[in-house]
């Protein structure tokens, strides 16, 4: 039953650990410093525990379009709307969501996985429900709780958390191909477990947040594997490269690719190739620290936002004065 299961998205860990969580095994390693200078500094921060508007339980996902910022707000079955600093504009979904995961927007249409409900809906930006598509199980077109979202000119590339695997679907609702295997968790390159967000690069390459195979996997169109980070292990760790659950993709407008590293309650960014570029964040309530970090996302600015899930808040960063690449 999902509901005993339920991933890092529920309040009770010791459940979440028995949905594929390794704790973290010693590496060796010190524990991460922060950047020489790190590619972001804090501008603000909203949100509190509650279920009024503004108010957040459990957030998860977060999209941006034009000046405004769109939080799944998972815990009361809703997406809220808010202007980049932070002001309450407003809600919908409550009447079609259930558990609302990752987001993205493409052409004005915003896209949100509904996690207990195995379906991923459309709205417009202004909140009007425009559709729906999948239903529950294995098959081609069927999720077990669909988790990530991507929207592209090829359609909508779906991370697919308990079949371990991520579905490229259509705009007419077809699948066109299937990354991983359907039910079967693995480590081996192209293979996925508990898959949680998808992203893509400027070149089309699609981005995996091989979330408890603590790694990212990089993929061409047609599915080959170009890389991945860490390269060869899948277990949990806490040097520069290694995550503890990596939850969600992110790609600046930089081109570096920015990870959620959820356990480890930090951001890291790597280039385009895989090499490690930096990190920020630690854990704690305080400004530019997170709880537990599950999504990213950036404005036309280059501000970046992040979906701060133990704080129930969201936290807004600008890049460092030297530019806009760390």
Same mark, same amino acid.
């Given at each position: 039953?999902?509901?005993?299961?339920?991933?890092?998205f529920v309040t009770v860990w010791a459940v979440f650990l028995t949905a594929g969580c390794r704790s973290p095994e010693p590496d060796g390693a010190a524990e991460p410093e922060a950047s020489p200078e790190a590619p972001y500094r804090f501008v603000a921060a909203w949100g509190m525990s509650g279920s009024e508007p503004g108010q957040f339980r459990e957030p998860i996902g977060l999209a941006v379009a034009g000046d405004e910022v769109f939080v799944s707000d998972a815990?009361?079955?809703r997406v809220q709307v808010f202007d980049r600093d932070g002001r309450f504009l407003r809600e919908f979904g409550s009447d079609s969501l259930q558990r609302p995961m990752h987001l993205d927007v493409r052409a004005d249409t915003l896209? &949100?996985?509904s996690y207990l409900t195995d379906r991923v809906h459309a709205f417009s930006t202004a909140g009007e429900h425009l559709g729906a598509f999948g239903a529950s199980g294995s098959g081609v077109g069927q999720f077990d709780a669909p988790a990530g979202i991507a929207a592209s000119d090829a359609g909508v590339y779906v991370a697919d958390f308990y079949n371990h695997r991520v579905q490229l679907v259509s705009p007419k609702g077809a699948v066109i191909r299937e990354y991983g295997t359907a039910g079967q968790e693995g480590t081996a390159p192209g293979r996925f477990t508990y898959p949680t967000d998808v992203t893509l690069t400027a070149d089309g390459h699609l981005v995996v947040a091989d979330a408890y195979n603590n790694r990212i996997q990089v993929l061409r169109p047609d599915g080959e594997v170009v890389w991945a980070v860490p390269g060869t292990t899948t277990e949990a760790g806490t040097s520069p490269g290694r995550f503890n659950v990596a939850?969600? &993709?992110? &790609?600046g407008p930089d081109g570096l690719i920015y990870v959620a590293d959820f356990f480890n309650h930090r951001i890291q960014v790597f280039t385009a190739e895989g090499q490690f570029v930096g990190s920020f964040g630690a854990q704690g309530t305080g400004d530019g620290q997170f709880e537990r970090p599950t999504d990213l996302a950036f404005d036309a600015d280059a501000d970046l936002y992040v979906v701060d899930f133990g704080n129930d808040r969201v936290q807004r960063f600008a890049p460092t004065p030297n530019g806009d690449t760390p």
């Open positions: 039953m999902r509901l005993s299961q339920f991933l890092i815990g009361n079955n896209y &949100v996985p939850t969600a &993709v992110a &790609v």
